[in-house]
């Protein structure tokens, strides 16, 4: 099956400073990635959707200059939380949309667990 | 109310045990997902339904568009099935997805 990798899979960090998250679908093209948030026993939320080579979606309540997306190209988008604080503790996660002729699908990175001291 | 309920919320199961998750939801809908996430966070995608049945493995999964059901069965459960299943719909329009809110599962030896 197709895969979706993040880096890094851990980040700890200061309060204030900005944290780079990167998705990557390794073996197809994704015109759309999807970015959520997760909270201990909660399920995913999604945070915006990233479109490649124009401006990302934000789902309501998610602030666009706290979190920026960028989807520079077909295998790649990133997300930034700038100047972090320990809210922002959580676990993100990507997914890459492939299309397909039948069905489209999602795949999955495997997260990246960011805690803000 | 959700547009996608799971039941139940937790179900813990001795080792051998056949398992049946349900999955609801009110939209219209092009393809379900069955996700599964261990307590490292890391998600799996195990199903991809529009309609009828998929098996795999231990794992098989059914849905019923015109009722808007889907159930994930595992057959022999086992403990390292533990794990927390989602439910997750593609609805008509878009490519975005939303989810249930999870099934807890603990599989005892």
């Known amino acids: 099956g197709a895969v979706v990798s993040q880096h890094p899979s851990r980040v700890i960090c200061k309060s204030g400073t900005s944290v780079k998250i990167e998705c990557r679908s390794l073996?197809?093209?994704?015109?759309?990635m999807f970015w959520y948030r997760q909270f201990p026993k909660q399920s995913l939320m999604l945070m915006a959707t990233?479109?490649?080579?124009?401006?990302?979606?934000?789902e309501q309540g998610v602030e666009k200059d706290k979190f920026l997306i960028n989807h520079a190209s077909l295998t790649l988008s990133t997300l930034t939380v700038t100047s972090a604080h320990p809210e922002d503790s959580s676990f993100y996660i990507c997914s890459a949309h492939k299309p397909g002729l039948d069905i489209d699908t999602q795949y999955f990175g495997p997260g990246t667990r960011l805690t803000v001291l | 109310k959700n547009e996608v309920e799971q039941s139940p919320q937790n179900l813990t199961a001795q080792e051998g045990e056949f398992i049946t998750i349900n999955c609801s939801y009110s939209?219209?809908?092009?393809?379900l997902h069955w996700l599964q996430q261990h307590p490292g966070g890391g998600i799996v995608s195990l199903f991809m339904l529009s309609s009828g049945k998929k098996k795999h493995g231990r794992l098989i999964a059914t849905i019923n568009i015109q009722e808007k059901h889907s159930s994930l069965h595992i057959t022999a459960s086992h403990p390292r099935d533990s794990a927390v299943y989602i439910c997750?719909?593609?609805?008509?329009?878009?490519?975005?997805?939303?989810f249930g809110e999870g099934t807890q599962l603990t599989v005892n030896p």
């Open positions: 990233s479109n490649e080579g124009s401006k990302a979606t934000y």
């Open positions: 997750a719909v593609k609805e008509t329009s878009g490519s975005r997805l939303t």
């Open positions: 939209v219209g809908i092009s393809a």
């Open positions: 073996d197809f093209q994704a015109t759309t």
